[in-house]
């Protein structure tokens, strides 16, 4: 073929017709191109107007962002919300991760517990780290001895957290110079020895493990009190070893004999653990109990009344997967002397020096493998009408002024 053309080519050369037939032929080769062309145009143009591409070019063009876009709502980007644009201050820095800014969220309890349950795995903190004590409330609402509360904690910012969880219908807000103002998490109904108050529980360890510098885990009621002053309290929490989880083998039908035998094999009789309900954890510890996934389950299904999750759940599972962290005693005092379902409840006139320093100082227990006297850090239960007595003796008792304060009465 090509050997055809050339000869045809070498033809023409030779006819002298040259001139006439090369313009002919560029003349027509023109038009092809020009023709060709024109369809390329038309059909390119038509595919950009029809595709689901059209906004690339704009984006492209016009758009700082690095973002990508799943729909063309979200492609038309806001400008303010480019991360070239944004204030240094409004980045993400470390703080965003260390604690949140708000207690107040919007994750369900599952994706709370498994946002709680991660653990660095680069153990140097990249940050000054002072450990705090987390000190979590659960009340049904308003803490009526929040005045003495507010005088153990005054001065002492930065080395706790106060975390409350109260019925979802509590509406209160203390005033903004209170250390219970926007301290309470998201929280749901709690009853009386029912799944969900070890529910709730776990809910206030979860939120509280979202703060890293919170090192110490301490649970409170309503009717609880400090026997010590801050520095006191936090040093006995902070240099103990053991965490304190009450946790003993009770033979009675009120220990033993609420065991559940499809409980079994996971947990046994011999494994079975009875204890109080106010526990103090350290971190490690806290950790176990959100992302436990094993014994939970068993006990919410087969632990019910008269059966009580919070007398046993945390017995147990401290012995299964933290034997030798834990004291196995509690750190807050009750009075279970008067027998029935509930422990004696204090009143005014039981306020004594005397009273209070036999809880201080009238008891001997083992505190990191030595001898102490200092055995309870809080105590229950104190009624409401304790707080003025309780404000009164606090200077001497505890060793801070209680000048400037007013009780609400
Ligand atoms: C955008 O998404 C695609 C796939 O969805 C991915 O391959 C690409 O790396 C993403 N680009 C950027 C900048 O994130
Ligand atoms: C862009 O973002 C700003 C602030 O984030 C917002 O007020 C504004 O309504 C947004 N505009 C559009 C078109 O989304
Ligand atoms: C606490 O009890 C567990 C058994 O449940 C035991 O292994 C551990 O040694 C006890 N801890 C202390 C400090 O006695
Ligand atoms: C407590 O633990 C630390 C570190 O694990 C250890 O150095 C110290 O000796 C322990 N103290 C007591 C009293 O057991
Ligand atoms: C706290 O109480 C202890 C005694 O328990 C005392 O020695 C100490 O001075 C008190 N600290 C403050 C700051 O009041
Ligand atoms: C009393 O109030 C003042 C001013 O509010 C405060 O600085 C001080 O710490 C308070 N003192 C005591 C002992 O409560």
Redesign the pocket.
Known sequence: MKQGKLTVFVKDLSTGYLHVKTTIILSLSVLLLLFVLGMFIIGHTTKVLSSEVYFIPQLKTFSPLTANCTSHAQCQCNFSASPQLLPISSLPNIRDYIAPKELWHSMSDEELIWRASMVPQVTEYPYNRTPKVAFMFLAKGKLPLAPLWERFFMGHEGFFSVYLHAAPDFKNEPPESSVFYNRRIPSKAVEWGKATMVEAERRLLANALLDFSNERFVLLSESCVPLFNFTTIYDYLINSN?SFIS?FDDPRGTGRGRYNRRMWPTVTLSDW?KGSQWFEVHRNLALKIVSDVTYYPIFKDLCQPPCYNDEHYLATLV?KVG??K???RSITWVDWSVGGPHPATYGRQHVTEAFLNQLRHGFDC?YNGGISNICHLFARKFHPSTVEPLLKIAPTLFGFNTDNITTTK
């Open positions: 053991y946790s653990r012995s034997p030798g834990n004291s196995n083992t």
